[in-house]
């Protein structure tokens, strides 16, 4: 059984492009949940979803950051318009509907923003 | 609101010491404890949890956690350190009581353990 499975690994992009970060839950898992990774910094939360729903946005920006879970496919998480206090590591847990609190981390997107 | 107090962003021990990685959290309801590994340029990796039922809790890799709620805290053990536990450390809460916040993991700082020969 694959784990939660992110990609890219590492992301570089200028000022004002878009980035586009991906993740793939493990099999049989139904609930997403993406974290930022500032440097020097713990992680925190951003977003979770379940299929095709967001249910807590909390942690999201205000501007700029959006994310969705699509019925088929992985889960996404856009970034518009980068700045350079965007880079950070994005992680992404998924976590089986029964056990909602047991969350499986993926290896993360390193995004630097030249 | 739930929050995480690491206490210590760097400990070092010798090989074969005892590992201490304290952590206190605040929260208004019954927690869910957590802690989590993190090797360099990878994603974390579950140690322990406390959910319910007895509070010392073991996990992989020799690690152990005690929850002691009259001291808020669920600091994290390992009787004998290896080299190949040099890492970083998150402790984290959840809680339990449902809505749209159930399963939202908050961290701690994270403490860089090093361990020297």
């Known amino acids: 059984n694959a784990g939660v499975m992110q990609n890219p690994r590492h992301l570089v992009r200028r000022r004002g492009q878009e980035a586009r970060l991906r993740c793939s839950p493990m099999k049989g898992h139904s609930h997403v949940y993406w974290y930022r990774q500032l440097p020097e910094e713990g992680l925190k939360f951003m977003v979770y979803?379940?299929?095709?729903?967001?249910?807590?946005e909390s942690g999201m920006p205000k501007e700029r950051f959006s994310a969705e879970f699509p019925k088929e496919g992985p889960s996404i998480l856009r970034i518009q318009q980068v700045v350079r206090g965007d880079s950070a590591a994005y992680f992404c847990?998924?976590?089986?509907?029964?056990?909602?609190?047991?969350?499986?981390f993926g290896a993360g997107t390193r995004l630097s923003v030249l | 609101a739930q929050s995480v107090t690491q206490l210590g962003s760097h400990v070092s021990v010798s090989e074969g010491a005892l590992v201490l990685l304290r952590c206190n959290y605040s929260s208004s309801v019954p927690p869910y404890l957590f802690w989590y590994v993190q090797y360099p340029n990878q994603g974390l990796q579950l140690l322990l949890k406390y959910t319910t039922g007895a509070t010392l809790v073991k996990g992989i890799n020799g690690f152990e956690a005690e929850f002691k709620k009259s001291e808020t805290s669920f600091h994290l053990t390992k009787p004998s350190a290896h080299m190949s536990d040099a890492a970083e450390y998150f402790c984290?809460?959840?809680?339990?009581?449902?809505?749209?916040?159930?399963?939202?993991?908050?961290f701690g700082q994270g403490t860089i353990l090093t361990v020297h020969p």
């Open positions: 984290a809460v959840s809680n339990n009581a449902g809505g749209t916040s159930y399963g939202k993991l908050t």
């Open positions: 847990a998924s976590s089986p509907g029964t056990s909602r609190n047991i969350q499986y």
């Open positions: 979803l379940q299929k095709e729903n967001i249910i807590d």
